[in-house]
């Protein structure tokens, strides 16, 4: 209450420094700053080119609490222990016999990523079915536990977006409607109930064009704008798989570096190395050996 009486006294000192009325509307951006609630984040916005639909200051609209995070933009999700246990995600089951598996991939990722000050990777393989977009739900799950980081796990997946299904959510947009359409991200994010530090972009339905559709300006505004708007986010990308289209080949640019799915006893080492090639110069953080044990994972993707 202290801290809010303070803040209240302050906004009321600069509005008369600027000669507003508080029925007015604030004339400088130190008094627009002096009426910010109390316990939100000042967002750092890196907008980019003018694409026609910015996203919003204020995203995901979330305060701190003595009970956790509050959401009150970002549309929150209930999402029961069953449909966990269907998609393997394994990281937000408590006391699950693979749940510290993720977490020391946890550990050994955000250990490369804040060595070297990078804020967004990409999660893909080489081909369909080896679990990238599972690996990369995980990921998030288990990152956003860190109570040093705060996560935005984004679908970029154009042509087979599954990421919502692992949370037993149909979302009305997605992605692809922002890129396409323009529409706002801010009607786009959700925030899985249980997992404070964890927002989800969904996709929605197949583009057909995704390739043009990640190499536009808006793609390249929202990447700018995700990695920069909090200083203590990660940004997971779940992207295609690298040997069946162009799309990664345009977005890579985006991220800062790989971490590369490979199913057990299906991936060729030629495959791999192919993909090493078409990525470049491009960082990878490691590969990840997928579904090694029947306990694994038993679905494909």
């Given at each position: 209450m202290e801290r809010i009486r303070q803040a209240l006294e302050q906004a009321e000192i600069d509005r008369q420094k600027v000669g507003v009325s508080e029925s007015g509307a604030p004339k400088t951006e130190e008094a627009a700053a002096a009426q910010e609630p109390v316990g939100v984040e000042k967002p750092i916005v890196s907008r980019g080119p003018d694409v026609g639909s910015s996203i919003s200051a204020d995203v995901e609209g979330a305060a701190d609490s003595d009970a956790g995070l509050i959401?009150?933009?970002?549309?929150?999700?209930?999402?029961?222990?069953?449909?966990?246990?269907?998609?393997?995600?394994?990281?937000?089951?408590?006391?699950?016999?693979?749940?510290?598996?993720?977490?020391?991939?946890?550990?050994?990722?955000?250990?490369?990523?804040?060595?070297?000050?990078?804020?967004?990777?990409?999660?893909?393989?080489?081909?369909?079915?080896?679990?990238?977009?599972?690996?990369?739900?995980?990921?998030?799950?288990?990152?956003?536990?860190?109570?040093?980081?705060?996560?935005?796990?984004v679908d970029a997946d154009l042509r087979q977006p599954s990421i919502h299904e692992y949370f037993g959510y149909q979302p009305e947009l997605g992605f692809g409607d922002y890129l396409s359409d323009g529409a706002p991200i801010e009607d786009m994010l959700f925030h899985p109930n249980g997992l404070d530090r964890l927002v989800v972009l969904p996709g929605r339905s197949r583009l057909e064009n995704s390739a043009e559709m990640l190499a536009s300006p808006r793609a390249e505004a929202a990447a700018a704008e995700f990695k920069t708007r909090y200083v203590n986010r990660v940004v997971i990308v779940d992207a295609p798989p690298i040997l069946n289209s162009d799309d990664v080949v345009v977005t890579d640019g985006y991220v800062d570096a790989v971490l590369l799915v490979a199913e057990a006893g299906v991936t060729k080492r030629e495959e791999l190395q192919e993909c090493f090639r078409i990525l470049g110069n491009i960082p990878v953080l490691g590969t990840v050996l997928n579904k090694a044990s029947n306990s694994a994972a038993k679905e494909r993707e």
């Open positions: 959401y009150t933009r970002t549309r929150c999700v209930d999402v029961s222990p069953r449909i966990y246990r269907e998609k393997n995600i394994v990281a937000a089951l408590p006391g699950h016999e693979l749940q510290d598996t993720y977490r020391m991939l946890r550990t050994r990722v955000n250990k490369v990523m804040r060595a070297n000050g990078w804020k967004m990777i990409m999660v893909t393989a080489a081909h369909r079915g080896a679990g990238k977009s599972m690996t990369a739900v995980n990921l998030a799950v288990a990152m956003s536990m860190d109570i040093n980081s705060y996560v935005m796990l």
